[in-house]
């Protein structure tokens, strides 16, 4: 059996977003500013590789503070008691560069089963000599089903904030 390539997120080179509708007519963007994970991959064309993810809850950016400090609190995250958002899974070649990312996610002390679209861009070597690997991940979550249960209802009976929410991740890999 072969021995397995350990990859690492360059996190200089990867971002972590989200978007949720507001009010449903418009649409708020966040990101995380602190995440690490890895890839242990028996190939280079990464079918079966096995992910490990994890983010820090408290480095959430709406590029709005007031907003930030209310998803931070038992509202929405609760950072406090659950200072990271885990995944782990596994990833599944589907054709030549798509992929599906299957794995365990865990908000809120509540893990579930979720299905990410995988996009490969391919594998370079940098001009430092680092062989490095790209991948867009999307996919939806319900919030509520992570516990994340804030809702409030405007007076013409329409939602705040979506029970939708869309995860969008670019991460460069590099081979260790």
Same mark, same amino acid.
């Given at each position: 059996?072969?021995t397995?390539?350990?990859?690492?997120?360059?996190?200089?080179?990867?971002?972590?977003?989200?978007?949720?509708?507001h009010?449903?007519?418009?649409?708020?963007?966040?990101?995380?500013?602190?995440?690490?994970?890895?890839?242990?991959? @028996?190939? #280079?064309? $990464?079918?079966g590789?096995?992910?490990?993810?994890? *983010?820090?809850?408290?480095?959430? !950016?709406?590029? &709005?503070?007031?907003r930030?400090?209310?998803?931070k609190?038992?509202?929405?995250? @609760?950072? #406090?008691? $659950?200072?990271?958002?885990?995944?782990?899974?596994? *990833?599944?070649?589907k054709?030549? !560069?798509d992929? &599906?990312?299957?794995?365990n996610?865990?908000?809120?002390?509540v893990?579930?089963?979720?299905?990410?679209?995988?996009?490969?861009?391919?594998?370079?070597?940098?001009?430092?000599?680092?062989?490095?690997?790209?991948?867009?991940?999307?996919?939806?979550?319900?919030?509520?089903?992570?516990?994340?249960?804030?809702?409030?209802?405007t007076?013409?009976?329409?939602?705040?904030?979506?029970?939708?929410?869309?995860?969008?991740?670019?991460?460069?890999l590099l081979?260790?």
């Open positions: 059996m072969a397995a390539t350990k990859w690492v997120i360059d996190p200089a080179h990867s971002v972590v977003e989200f978007k949720v509708k009010l449903v007519i418009s649409t708020v963007t966040g990101k995380f500013k602190k995440f690490e994970g890895s890839l242990e991959a @028996a190939s #280079d064309d $990464f079918d590789a096995k992910a490990s993810f994890s *983010l820090d809850v408290d480095s959430i !950016d709406t590029n &709005v503070a007031d930030d400090a209310h998803l609190s038992d509202d929405f995250f @609760a950072a #406090d008691r $659950f200072p990271n958002i885990v995944f782990e899974g596994t *990833l599944s070649k054709g030549s !560069d992929y &599906v990312l299957t794995g996610l865990t908000m809120r002390d893990t579930k089963e979720v299905s990410l679209e995988v996009e490969h861009g391919g594998i370079m070597v940098d001009g430092y000599g680092q062989t490095k690997a790209g991948f867009e991940i999307e996919g939806k979550v319900n919030r509520k089903e992570f516990g994340l249960q804030w809702d409030m209802v007076e013409a009976g329409g939602v705040v904030v979506s029970d939708q929410v869309k995860l969008s991740l670019n991460i460069q081979k260790v």
